[in-house]
């Protein structure tokens, strides 16, 4: 089983609607976690990052944790076409060396 | 201030050929990783090296060399390819000691006939 799960969609909306984007993990050591986005044929972006259990917003971003049920979501609101890629989810532990886990990314369509 | 960059963009080798992926940083960041992405499967880490003058094996190191040139500049060798070995390679960095973000470059596709 992997260490990070996230389905690889793809999950099609129509503009204007929520995206909902989540990963499941299963080590408990992890303890910083990221979202990244990644546009077609180009490396991945950082998009959101926190260190705790809880809420982040930026924009129309919002990142959510919660380390009890070892689970992290993102939600991007009033989604745009721009906003078509996919999206990984990434997340490590302190004394890693900075090593991050990623999940294989769900691929999104915003559709006009 | 360019960030990350890989050469080459693109390449094709044949079974058995050698290649060097070049992976250069400008952020003054200590930690730099190779990972290959495969369909389906998300970033897996090859190598990474914690600071210069150190490196590490990943989760998929077989077939692979790395070097740490400098505190700038991080290498990775394919001694003698093979069909498995196409991927699109991603070299990244990051400053643990400040925070845990990695930033990638943009990669470099390569395809082993």
């Known amino acids: 089983q992997k260490e990070v799960e996230q389905d690889p969609g793809p999950l099609s909306v129509p503009e204007g609607a929520i995206v909902s984007l989540n990963c499941t993990y299963s080590?408990?050591?992890?303890?910083?976690f990221m979202w990244y986005r990644q546009y077609s044929r180009k490396g991945p972006e950082l998009l959101m990052y926190?260190?705790?259990?809880g809420n982040k917003e930026d924009g129309r971003f919002t990142a959510q944790v919660d380390k009890s049920s070892k689970y992290i979501s993102l939600f991007i609101r009033d989604s745009q076409p721009s906003d078509s890629a996919t999206y990984l989810c990434?997340?490590?532990?302190?004394?890693?060396?900075?090593?991050?886990?990623f999940g294989a990314g769900t691929q999104v369509v915003v559709t006009p | 201030n360019a960030g990350v960059t890989q050469t080459p963009k693109f390449q094709v080798l044949k079974t058995g050929q050698s290649m060097t992926l070049q992976c250069a940083q400008d952020?003054?960041?200590?930690?730099m990783y190779w990972y290959r992405q495969d369909p389906g499967m998300g970033l897996r880490l090859i190598y990474y090296?914690?600071?210069?003058?150190?490196?590490d094996k990943g989760e998929v190191p077989n077939g692979y060399n790395v070097s740490r040139l400098n505190k700038r500049e991080f290498s990775l060798r394919l001694e003698s390819a093979a069909p498995s070995q196409t991927s699109v390679y991603f070299c990244?960095?990051?400053?643990?000691?400040?925070?845990?973000?990695?930033?990638f470059g943009p990669g470099t596709r390569l395809t082993v006939t």
């Open positions: 990244a960095s990051s400053d643990p000691g400040q925070s845990y973000e990695q930033y």
């Open positions: 080590n408990s050591a992890f303890q910083y």
């Open positions: 926190t260190y705790s259990s």
């Open positions: 990434a997340m490590g532990g302190y004394g890693s060396w900075g090593k991050l886990q």
């Open positions: 952020m003054n960041h200590n930690s």
């Open positions: 090296s914690a600071s210069e003058g150190t490196t």
